[in-house]
């Protein structure tokens, strides 16, 4: 059988966290419309009876402004290495950026079989993709054009990763879809819901903190128990709202998902706190689970 890891890299929004779910079939990633969603390295993995592809998604790549940051662009670095191939994902439903040519460029040029997905194609005009194609042929690179949201041309796209993989034994058992815990994703549910409910720089300061994570009620339903963690005493307020109606509201979107996650009934508990800062913190970046620089 075919078996191997696939880097999924590209600029911030590109649409990787969509894709790999959608590859694998199941929600591995927390997905928004606002840039730096992803901020570690998931595995999504799709198992065949023929082949075995471990896909890595990871932050999307975007100027490095704190701490946090750095730590993510350099788990993105990291996550190229000793991999089978790479998927490098381009949104270019506007147009090609320079940016994109440099980072393709960059790309190509680590010797490891890259292939180049033009995301999103369900909302560009055909000339477009039709000229981008044709300017991209110069490249000598392959070029796959995807929509995630709408499941075009996933098939093809697998067939393309799967010819630059080797052959070899499977890498994980035939049930894992992902290395990550249910802890690390009831607090994504939560930072999902928060990223998709709040304005500018208020998601992007958050961290998701889960204090308790336990069956109650005789096992029937789970106990979960969260800090939100903010940067400043006026985000705090605006997270919570008007005698509480923000935090509830979107306490009670991220419980939704989080009793589909699990399929049993949670009992969430919520609070926000202030720690000013943490996005330049060694100490905190670490004790909120970051990987250190
Ligand atoms: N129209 C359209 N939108 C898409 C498609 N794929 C992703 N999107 C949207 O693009 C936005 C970003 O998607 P993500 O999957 O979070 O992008 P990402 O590259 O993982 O972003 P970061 O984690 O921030 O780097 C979301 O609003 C998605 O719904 C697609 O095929 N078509
Ligand atoms: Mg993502």
Known sequence: MKSGFVAVVGRANAGKSTLVNVLVGEKVAIVSPKPQTTRDRILGVLTTKDYQIAFIDTPGIYRADNLLNSVMQKTTADSCVDVDAIMFLMDAHEGISDTDRALLKKYTALKIPVVLVLTKIDIMPESLLIAELKELAEENVEV?????????????????????????????????????????????????????????EIPHGIAVIINKFA???????????????????????????KGGKAIKEVSSFARTDMEKFLGKKVFLTTYVKVKEEWRNSTQLLKQYGYEEL
Request: aromatic letters at 4%; one cysteine or more.
């Open 144 to 200: 796959v054009p995807v929509s995630a949201r709408k499941n075009r041309n996933i098939k093809e796209l697998i067939k393309v990763v799967l010819d630059k993989l080797p052959d070899g034994e499977k890498l994980f058992e035939q049930d894992i879809v992902s290395d990550r815990s249910e802890k690390f994703m009831l607090a994504e549910i939560m930072r999902e819901k928060i990223l998709l409910k709040f304005e500018k």
């Open 215 to 241: 069956l109650m009620d005789g096992g029937n339903m789970y106990e979960v128990n969260l800090d939100v963690i903010c940067e400043k005493p006026n985000h705090k307020a605006i997270l919570i709202g």
